[in-house]
């Protein structure tokens, strides 16, 4: 009990620090909060650049050509034998007929000319529309499928897919990366903005070891008071990120340039992102004020 009252006497004396310090603490305060507001810019364009990747791969189709003298029974065995293959997500017949409506309806030429077939005279080929699970094995899948009896052709983009795959998977890496650094840069700044701050305060420290107290009983309170300074400095990304984000999403409708390029949904990204931001704001203040504390006061 003793010990639960000298930690929550620590925390309370550790709150009045960072206002009876206070320009010293609204410098910590607005280092941590510019820095953090540019890691939550670069983890929303991280994470948004990552999502368009991924709805793109998703969106790769296996274009599965059938025979034309395919019966409705082979087309049933067919599909059964695609959707046994490993790595499929799902399976879509599309028939000759609903595909020859859909190039009608897509242009008056075509129309004229699809008109004019007889009953039994349409050249088009009934098709499979296939996804995966995995893209980076579509060329593997799309070989097992071309295989299956009663296929005649697959068609994916051969080449240009692996290629495309390839750049999302450069682009994720340097994403990841930007985003890794931001967070190693705002940790040095925010534990020297705060190494400076305690370091000002040597004479304080000083006092409290000539009246006895032990090293862990100075180190706790500014520790504490790192917790206190970091949360305060991730209020206003965190605000930024929540409201900003959510407007931006809601003034382009979800997308961006196009409606190709979709805007991840706010919720709950966004407030996830946030707590991100008070975490590393935390973390990072108490590391900064225990390596203060520790390492440049030689307590």
Known sequence: MKQVRILGRDIRDSFKSV????????????????TLLVVAISIVLSINVNNFATLVEKDVTIVTFLKTDTTDEQIKIIEAEIKDLDNIESVVFNSKESITEEFMEA????????????????????????KVKDI?????????????????????????????????????NITYGVVVALILVTAFLISNT?????????REIEIMRLVGASNINIKIPFIFEGLFLGAFGSIIPMVATIYGYTALYNRFNGQLFSPFIKLIVPSPFVYQTALILLGIGII????????????????
């Open 107 to 130: 242009s008056d030429t075509y129309k004229k000319i699809m008109e004019e077939w007889e009953e039994g005279e349409n050249p088009l080929q009934d098709t499979f529309l296939v």
């Open 194 to 202: 705060i190494k400076i701050t305690i370091s000002s305060r040597k």
């Open 136 to 172: 980076n094995y579509i060329g593997e899948t799309a070989k097992k499928i071309e295989q299956i009896e009663g296929v005649q052709v697959v068609k994916y983009g051969a080449g240009m897919v692996e290629q495309l795959v390839g750049v999302f998977e450069i682009v994720r």
């Open 284 to 299: 990072v203040g108490m590391f900064g004020s225990w390596r203060a504390v520790r390492k440049y006061l030689k307590i």
């Open 19 to 34: 206002f009876r310090n206070f320009s010293l603490s609204l410098a910590s305060i607005s280092c941590i909060t510019i």
